[in-house]
């Protein structure tokens, strides 16, 4: 049975921005950065990237905005049955340079994220799951190769690739290079919190140059320990310029007899649809690898819009998926964007793609929203505030809990706490760790 939710539309719009208000407060005399946040916006940008490169920030924010897409199908007549696989290539002077590999969905669909420039496409049976063609396998081409062209933002709709057999080699097409990007290496690797690639700086790093992130710092979906068939997997998604040192105390609190924690990291200024893709593919894989038959998800800020973007995704992917997550959490996410963001877009030098997404009501906002929630899949909605202020010190209550997330939710939990100060709080820990308890022991209830 679910609690009983609140309205919270009657609270006050928050009048702060993402950003802290670095002036002295003069009750008697208007503070024209105060009352200009598109000012202070402008002059916390440059002073943040005063250390690194303005005009690399600029130009990696102005390619991922020129990202583009390949879609298209993949066709299995033939008899024999096996995880669809989909490799994309770049096309190196007619040479295939290997980038990474897509688990087709059920529907035979795939998609890509590529910069613009040339590239091949190819499908294959995966029959030991190790995501890798290999010689007896079934696969072909997406023509006989065709190179394929995509301009800045063009999405290119591929005719469907037919898997009928194995795939005739060319004469004419050398053998490919493998350059897959670090990202995809890491998914399911075991790690430390001490893993130089965890630095904050890094965390910095991937709001502002996040093609310099994935290039360093990479990124993935990493273990902390072996993988044990006999504990449930609970995944930690972190948000905007955070990274897996912000679950610390949350770790150090879980219990690691019954639960084995996965971190997903990625560069946070990135588009949101292109870390949810992801984070889709990196779980079907782990799933693959694992069967595991239940997972757990909790996130943090922008994270929260990462996971429900995920979770809409891995369910339409293979529609068996919804028995497999257990429960899902987001801790004071801004479910309906962020003012500031908007603020951000209009008027910073540098625009950081992810504010595109997080903006209120940006196409993003409006397609994870108006998706209604499973209600196999229980969703416990974190939220909370700061004395004296519209939510808190971040994201306002109204984005934090709108009325149809209340709705969704198993269980509503309001407390009294800081934007990231509630996962240091030993009372939210308590709280925290018996809502996993009990959800793995069976029926969701309420701590």
């Known amino acids: ?11 006050r719009a928050a009048k702060k921005t993402l950003y802290p ?73 007619n040479i295939p340079v290997r980038l990474e590999g897509k688990t087709v969905a059920d529907s035979g669909y795939f998609k890509f994220s590529v910069l613009p420039g040339s590239y091949f ?13 290999q010689q007896g396998e079934y696969g072909a081409m997406h023509g006989t190769p065709a190179s394929i062209e995509v301009a800045p933002k063009q999405t290119v709709i591929l005719e469907p690739i037919t898997i009928l057999g194995p795939p005739p080699k060319p004469d004419n097409v050398p053998e490919p290079i493998t350059e897959v990007q670090g990202a995809m290496h890491n998914i399911g690797q075991i ?52 990274g897996p040192g912000i679950w610390t105390s949350i770790l150090e609190s879980l219990d690691r007899d019954r639960f084995q924690p996965w971190l997903l990291y990625y560069p ?8 949810s893709d992801y984070m889709v593919e990196a779980v079907t894989r782990l799933q693959r690898r694992y069967n595991f038959t239940r997972i757990d998800i909790v996130a943090h800020s922008m994270g929260g819009l990462v996971t429900r973007s995920f979770v809409k995704k891995y369910i339409a992917h293979n529609t068996k998926n919804v028995d497999t997550i257990g429960l899902v959490m987001t801790i004071n996410s801004p479910m309906n964007g962020i003012a500031s ?11 950081v793609p992810a504010w595109r997404d997080v903006a209120p009501a940006s196409g993003f906002l409006r397609d994870i929203n108006s998706w209604r929630w499973p209600d196999r899949i229980p969703y416990y909605l974190i939220i909370s505030y700061v004395q004296g202020k519209s ?21 509503t939990i309001l407390m009294e706490d ?30």
Not at 391 to 411: C, F, H, I, M, V
Request: aromatic share 8%.
């Open 1 to 11: 049975m679910k609690q009983l939710h609140f309205d919270l539309s009657f609270q």
């Open 21 to 93: 208000d670095i002036t002295p407060r003069r009750r008697n005399r208007p503070d024209l950065l105060r009352r200009s946040p598109a000012i202070l916006l402008v002059i916390l940008t440059i002073i943040t990237l005063a250390g690194c490169s303005f005009q690399e920030a600029r130009r990696q924010a102005a390619a991922v905005e020129n990202i583009g897409y390949i879609e298209g199908t993949v066709l299995n007549p033939s008899d024999r049955q096996g995880t669809m696989v989909a490799l994309l290539f770049r096309n190196d002077n």
């Open 121 to 133: 496409v190819a499908a294959f049976l995966d029959d030991n799951n190790d995501n890798r063609f």
């Open 191 to 242: 790690v430390t919190l001490n893993d130089p690639r965890f630095k904050p700086e890094n965390y910095t790093l991937g709001f502002w140059h996040p093609i310099t992130f994935l290039e360093q710092a990479e990124g993935g979906l990493f273990f902390l320990e072996a993988y044990s068939p006999a504990k449930t997997p609970v995944l930690f998604v972190h948000g905007a310029l955070g």
């Open 268 to 275: 946070s200024g990135l588009r949101l649809d292109i870390i």
């Open 341 to 351: 963001a908007a603020v951000g877009i209009k008027h910073s030098p540098i625009v």
């Open 391 to 411: 939510g808190d010190g971040t994201a306002s209550l109204q984005s934090q809990a709108p009325l149809k997330l209340q709705n969704e939710a198993y269980r």
């Open 418 to 447: 800081s934007h990231e100060g509630i996962l240091v709080d030993k009372t939210f820990l308590k709280i925290f760790n018996k809502i996993l308890a009990d959800n793995t022991a069976g029926t969701p209830r309420t701590p």
